[in-house]
Nanobody
Framework: VQLVESGGGSVQAGGSLRLSCAASGSIGSINDMGWYRQAPGKQRELVAAITSGGSTVYGDSVKGRFSISRDNAKNTVYLQMNSLKPEDTAVYYC???????????????WGQGTQVTVSS
């Protein structure tokens, strides 16, 4: 099982980016999926998460600006980021709770990270 992220890049303040994260491999089911970020010198923090049923939670700093969604048929989670600020600059990581086809338990899987840079 692996997670592959895409959509990062550089943008000016006030701009938008959309991140995607696709899970592939021997997948039985996927529970929660989410996005985390880590800026230099800071701890990794939750940006947004979504359950398999579509319930969402957001970090306080991104509420009203970011939107998380998922396509269960494609095993993909998205993060639409609007009104970006320089303080949103970080490496963004995708995380998913995945049960492999041959197991009964779930395991947390992480993507490799994608850089988002917002200039003022």
């Amino acid at each position: 099982v692996q997670l592959v992220e895409s959509g990062g890049g550089s943008v000016q303040a006030g701009g938008s980016l959309r991140l995607s994260c696709a899970a592939s491999g021997s997948i039985g089911s996927i529970n929660d999926m989410g996005w985390y970020r880590q800026a230099p010198g800071k701890q990794r923090e939750l940006v947004a998460a979504i359950t398999s049923g579509g319930s969402t939670v957001y970090g306080d700093s991104v509420k009203g600006r970011f939107s998380i969604s998922r396509d269960n048929a494609k095993n993909t989670v998205y993060l639409q980021m609007n009104s970006l600020k320089p303080e949103d600059t970080a490496v963004y990581y995708c995380k998913a709770q995945i049960r492999a086809r041959t197991t009964w338990y779930t395991t947390d899987h992480w993507g490799q990270g994608t850089q988002v840079t917002v200039s003022s």
